[in-house]
């Protein structure tokens, strides 16, 4: 069973940038697609961004396509998320998973802990 530990999160003004990673243990990244996902509070978790096995093929959503890029070092078992032009309306805690490529939370099958990111106006 693979294990997902994300980190990097923080508090930054908006306009700013951040970098999440997502490293796995137990298991090899390679053999699984991966994704990230945010929660706010009060609302559903919602898709960020999905990349196949070999990161040769990504998807987006719609609140952060052209900000976002999600890349992975299946060398190293890790993911990364680098966030740019940060939004007040990015907060939320931040989860990586894995599983099945898409971008339904019902397609992942394993989760981290999630990591918190703050956006101030």
């Known amino acids: 069973q693979v294990q997902l530990v994300e980190s990097g999160g923080g508090s930054v003004q908006a306009g700013g940038s951040l970098r999440l990673s997502c490293t796995a243990s137990?298991?090899?990244?390679?053999?699984?697609?991966m994704g990230w996902f945010r929660q706010a509070p009060g609302q559903e978790r919602e898709f960020v961004a999905s990349a196949n096995w070999s990161g040769s093929s990504t998807l987006y959503g719609d609140s952060v396509k052209g900000r976002f890029t999600m890349t992975r070092d299946n060398a190293k078992n890790t993911v990364y998320l680098q966030m740019n032009s940060l939004k007040p309306e990015d907060t939320a805690v931040y989860y990586c998973a894995a599983g099945y490529y898409g971008d339904s939370p019902g397609s992942y099958h394993t989760w981290g802990q999630g990591t918190q990111v703050a956006v101030s106006s």
């Open positions: 137990g298991r090899r990244i390679s053999l699984y697609n």
